[in-house]
């Protein structure tokens, strides 16, 4: 039987930070729209949640699949970036 990994995440929640940042969910492109991308994510931000994080930002390309099909299942709402540092 052959084995392989075709979707992940990652978690690593600094309980003294502020802020945390994640990437998102990455599926396989011949498993993708199969429900993982949405298990992953909603599994991740139960996490986010249970370690007392109440916001989750998101950042992705406009118009990407994952911002028109998968963040709006979790009432993700595009927003412009607000640079960190001025040029």
């Known amino acids: 039987m052959?084995?392989?990994?075709?979707?992940?995440?990652?978690?690593?929640v600094d309980?003294?930070?502020s802020e945390q940042l994640i990437p998102g969910p990455c599926v396989l492109m011949e498993y993708r729209n199969r429900g993982l991308g949405t298990l992953l994510l909603a599994a991740a931000m139960q996490h986010l949640r249970d370690a007392g994080l109440k916001r989750v930002c998101a950042i992705?390309?406009?118009g990407s699949?994952?911002?028109?099909?998968?963040?709006?299942?979790?009432d993700g709402r595009p927003s412009p970036i607000v640079p960190l540092l001025a040029a």
């Open 2 to 12: 052959l084995r392989c990994i075709i979707a992940g995440t990652f978690l690593a």
């Open 65 to 74: 699949p994952v911002a028109r099909f998968l963040y709006p299942k979790f």
């Open 15 to 17: 309980p003294d930070a």
């Open 60 to 62: 992705t390309r406009q």
